[in-house]
């Protein structure tokens, strides 16, 4: 089983539409968790993080984590085309290692 | 902030040469990441250092690989030799100690081994 897995992608929404990504670990130990957005041939950038059971909110994004069952989740609103790119969950534990998943890759079609 | 530094962008070498990969952190980031990324394999770590110590190079695939941190502001990455099967684009990250913290990733460098 791998540290973190992803939804198999490729995902595919129209514009406006929500795009859900989602993400389960195994490591119970993990404590602070991470979604990248990846541009084909650009490196990994931030766009959400979360530390604590629930919903966190940013413009359009929302990250959910929830503990108990290792599970994170990325949701966009009102998808753009801008937003087609690779999504990277990553889980780290204190001030260790990131471990990421494989990506899952959003396309939003006008 | 320079934003965490990598060099070259692009490597193109033969198969059996020296290649070193170079890093430079964001001033201020005790910890330094190297990954290696393939459509294959995803983004995998091969090895980090906190405060320049070595903590896990258990992602190193084999003894061909090296890396040190001489000091807070620089990293290297060295294959030798190199093969075919080590092309890839291979990033370098920094990070504060603060439990929580993201990585910030360089731009990357591109190798091909030919």
């Known amino acids: 089983q791998k540290e973190v897995e992803q939804n198999s992608g490729p995902l595919s929404v129209p514009e406006g539409a929500i795009a859900s990504l989602n993400c389960t670990y195994s490591d119970r130990g993990s404590q602070s968790f991470f979604w990248y957005r990846q541009y084909s041939g650009k490196s990994p950038e931030l766009i959400m993080f979360i530390y604590s059971n629930g919903d966190k909110e940013d413009g359009r994004f929302t990250a959910q984590l929830n503990k108990a069952s290792q599970y994170v989740s990325l949701l966009i609103r009102d998808s753009q085309p801008s937003d087609s790119a690779t999504y990277l969950c990553a889980v780290r534990a204190n001030a260790g290692k990131s471990t990421f998943g494989d990506g899952t890759t959003l396309t939003v079609k006008p | 902030d320079a934003g965490v530094i990598q060099s070259p962008r692009h490597e193109v070498t033969e198969m059996g040469q020296e290649v070193t990969l170079r890093c430079k952190p964001i001033s201020g980031h005790n910890s330094l990441f190297w990954y290696r990324q393939t459509m294959m394999r995803g983004l995998e770590l091969l090895i980090y250092?906190?405060?320049?110590?070595?903590?896990?190079d258990s992602g190193m695939p084999e003894d061909r690989f090296s890396a040190k941190m001489p000091n807070a502001s620089f990293s290297t990455l060295k294959i030798q030799p190199s093969e075919p099967r080590d092309s890839a684009v291979y990033f370098c990250a920094s990070s504060t100690n603060r439990a929580g913290s993201p990585l910030h990733f360089g731009n990357g460098t591109r190798l091909t081994v030919t």
């Open positions: 250092f906190n405060n320049n110590v070595p903590i896990d």
